[in-house]
């Protein structure tokens, strides 16, 4: 090997059709293109565990790739058929995994509105964190949330970086009182006009 060859021989790139290097891929098929001509420029950032407040079990990924058993628990009976993705999960760990390419339309905000605009799934990118949302969160969790987003900023044009309950006030509470986002703030460097303003 040639020490002094081209640097993307010897690092290879962060991205690769909107997939993330440092994630582990397991590809849902629950997405879809983005509109012509939108910009990336949110992140939104969720809390999930099933069934809730259960954390490890792998029936996140399940979810996300159509794979889950709905009788293997009372709850799941509830959510029966739903397809639902995100383009990241990051587990109590702090290990990323990721569903879909940053550069479709994962389909994580539902009905939603951010600054005006409505249908948040067409210009951002979802982040859902292992957790429930009245709970805390791990160390590891917001150090792997920093560096994903931080590496989201550098593909796309992320300006602004919100809550689930933020685009869908009244109908989702995630990812909840027990989320630090002046953590987040001061591991990313972002600016306070990127985050939700405070309550």
């Not at 990924?61 to 799941?76: E, G, I, K, S, V």
């Amino acid at each position: 090997m040639n020490p002094s060859g081209p640097a993307s021989t010897r690092h290879p790139p962060l991205w690769q059709a909107g997939w993330y290097r440092f994630a582990r891929h397991l590809p849902s098929p629950n997405h879809g293109p983005r509109p012509d001509g939108v910009s990336v420029d949110l992140v939104v950032v969720h809390a999930i565990s099933l069934p809730p407040g259960q954390f490890g079990g792998g029936e996140v990924q399940a979810l996300f790739t159509n794979a889950l058993d709905w009788d293997a628990h009372p709850y799941f009976g509830t959510i029966r058929g739903l397809q639902v993705s995100a383009h990241f999960f990051i587990e109590r760990t702090g290990a990323l995994w990721q569903f879909v390419s940053a550069d479709d339309r994962a389909w994580h905000a539902g009905q939603s509105s951010f600054r005006g605009r409505g249908n948040c799934n067409d210009f951002s990118v979802g982040i859902e964190l292992e957790g429930t949302d009245h709970g805390p969160f791990e160390a590891a969790q917001y150090e792997s949330l920093a560096s994903v987003c931080s590496a989201i900023a550098q593909r796309h044009p992320v300006t602004h970086i919100t809550g689930h309950e933020h685009i869908a006030p009244g109908r989702k509470q995630d990812p909840g009182p027990g989320f630090a986002w002046p953590a987040l703030q001061r591991a990313l460097g972002w600016p306070d006009q990127c985050f939700p303003d405070p309550a």
